[in-house]
């Protein structure tokens, strides 16, 4: 279980990708959006957001996200 509970509004989504390297960064020490935890998925204005298998639910993705496309909620706070 992670750390965080992590809610996504996808239409306040800009596609600027820095929840992406935010995670890249700390997970694998490099900007590069293939290796990151969260996948952000565009097809034409529309976005998707979703995790992979191995996201740790740490809340770096959240972090980094300017435009409050993503939230974290400590989980002792969602019990």
Do not use: H, P, W
């Amino acid at each position: 279980m992670g750390k965080y509970k992590i809610d996504v509004t996808e239409e306040n989504c800009t596609f600027c990708l820095r929840c992406q390297l935010g995670c890249s960064d700390a997970y694998f020490k490099s900007f590069n959006q293939n290796n990151a935890r969260i996948r952000v998925k565009t097809t034409g204005l529309d976005c998707t957001i979703s995790f992979t298998d191995e996201c740790r639910k740490c809340g770096i993705c959240a972090e980094n996200c300017f435009f409050g496309v993503l939230q974290k909620t400590s989980m002792e706070e969602t019990v």
